[in-house]
């Protein structure tokens, strides 16, 4: 397996409240990625990172944020989860951008 | 904007059969094509990588194609077994790309004994 961590792997919290989502790599790799599963939607983007401190907006960005202060580590956070904010969340590395993308286990995350 | 189509969306086959799985998309201006695995709660596995340059790639029983002009791969397994059991996901990337990938919705394969 890839060396991609995801943290927690199961969570469930109430509407309005934060939360943060960790995906950690031990490749050194460059492009990090947060996607969604949703049934009827498959995968889709929220957000990438390209480097340190660069980052870039996907397609179902609203009500997500992410951070990266180290090349290892990618933060997503919902600043006030909703109810459709339910979902599995995956993270995805590579590394450049026309390489083998590689994908953690999943955040399940639910909002009550 | 980029859309992937998968069909079928689910396939039941006996064990030992070959077959066939499909993955179209409207814009042929690709950098290259993924298959995946997923297993029931799990997450992504990579299967095969095809750049955009590319007719083909293969890994064991596992064959994919890739015309980009037309805008379609196949995903071809030989000789099923039940383990292949799974849903089977392609995405590309395309675009101002970084890599993004676009994903179709995926085909679950059922092989029974």
């Known amino acids: 397996d890839a060396g991609i961590t995801q943290s927690p792997r199961h969570k469930v919290t109430e509407t309005g409240t934060p939360v943060t989502l960790r995906c950690h790599q031990t490749e050194n790799h460059r492009y990090m990625y947060w996607y969604r599963q949703d049934p009827g939607h498959g995968l889709r983007l929220i957000h990438y990172?390209?480097?340190?401190?660069?980052?870039d907006k996907g397609e179902v960005s609203d009500g997500y944020s992410v951070s990266r202060s180290k090349t290892e580590d990618f933060l997503l956070t919902l600043e006030s989860a909703t109810s459709s904010q339910t979902s599995v969340y995956f993270c995805a590395i590579r590394p450049g951008q026309n390489t083998e993308a590689f994908f953690g286990q999943g955040t399940r995350l639910t909002v009550v | 904007k980029q859309e992937v189509t998968q069909i079928p969306a689910a396939l039941s086959v006996p064990e030992g059969e070959n077959l066939v799985l499909n993955c179209s998309f409207t814009d042929s201006a690709i950098y290259n094509l993924q298959w995946f695995r997923q297993d029931p709660g799990k997450g992504l596995t990579s299967l095969l990588l095809i750049q955009s340059s590319q007719r083909e790639q293969t890994s064991g029983r596992l064959n994919a194609s890739l015309d980009k002009s037309s805008g379609r791969s196949t995903l071809y397994i030989a000789a099923s077994q039940p383990g292949d059991s799974a849903t089977y996901l392609c995405?590309?990337?395309?675009?101002?790309?970084?890599?993004?990938?676009?994903f179709g919705q995926g085909t679950i394969l059922t092989v029974h004994p």
């Open positions: 990172s390209y480097g340190v401190k660069d980052t």
């Open positions: 995405a590309v990337s395309s675009g101002t790309s970084y890599g993004k990938l676009t």
